[in-house]
């Protein structure tokens, strides 16, 4: 089993969505003792945000390419290598203002590429990136899953819209939530992991 591990917090051992995601992989382990792990961290080695040459590269066939639209072009040649060489993502989330930290939208901008990870028919669009199995692993100081938070969520709703443009629908959300508030934050870690129910997982 490939997993990708796609980390976005910049506080290390102190992170909840890093603290998720590792204790994810473990369960995955745990079923699948030979599984590799590849981490992307977006933290201490981010990916540039879009920019002129990037969006060029993107809608220029690659055997035309200038010298600074292949520089540009390379970090997503490899985020979407490691995707589409991955069986099992998880996807480290922590909640900044509602939303995901602007490392996350850049992974996300590199890897969303027409021709390459989606395509336009007649149709609509169609993912190209499939038989993926996606673990969201969030981490929120106000709990979101319930109550007024659920309006002020604008992390998973679009992460899983984007995800499934791309062509993974199999998407399990795993929460962390609560741990700015003292009653809650002690459990909250325990408590997402043992909501999830490992499904039985077959390579691509």
């Known amino acids: 089993m490939n997993i990708l591990h796609v980390v976005s917090s910049p506080r290390g051992d102190a992170s909840y969505s890093i603290k998720l995601g590792n204790g994810l992989i473990e369960k995955i382990q745990a079923a699948y003792p030979d599984s590799i792990v590849r981490v992307r961290d977006l933290a201490n080695q981010p990916l540039p945000h879009m920019g002129e040459n990037l969006?060029?590269?993107f809608f220029t066939p690659?055997?035309?390419h200038s010298p600074a639209q292949q520089?540009?072009?390379?970090?997503?040649?490899?985020a979407i290598r490691e995707l589409l060489e991955a069986d099992v993502l998880i996807i480290g989330v922590p909640m900044y203002n509602f939303n995901i930290p602007s490392t996350l939208k850049a992974w996300i901008d590199h890897i969303t590429r027409a021709r390459v990870t989606f395509r336009y028919t007649p149709s609509g669009p169609e993912g190209l990136?499939?038989?993926?199995?996606v673990y969201l692993a969030i981490a929120?100081?106000?709990v979101y899953s319930e109550?007024?938070?659920?309006a002020n969520d604008f992390a998973?709703?679009?992460?899983?819209?984007v995800l499934s443009f791309l062509g993974m629908t199999d998407v399990t959300l795993v929460r962390a939530e609560g741990i700015k508030i003292p009653d809650l934050q002690e459990s909250a870690l325990e408590k997402a992991l043992n909501s999830v129910q490992l499904e039985l997982l077959q390579p691509v």
């Open 129 to 133: 990136v499939q038989g993926k199995k």
């Open 55 to 57: 969006l060029e590269a």
């Open 156 to 161: 998973a709703p679009y992460l899983k819209t």
């Open 140 to 142: 929120s100081g106000g």
């Open 62 to 64: 690659s055997e035309v």
């Open 147 to 150: 109550g007024p938070g659920v």
């Open 71 to 78: 520089a540009a072009v390379r970090h997503s040649d490899e």
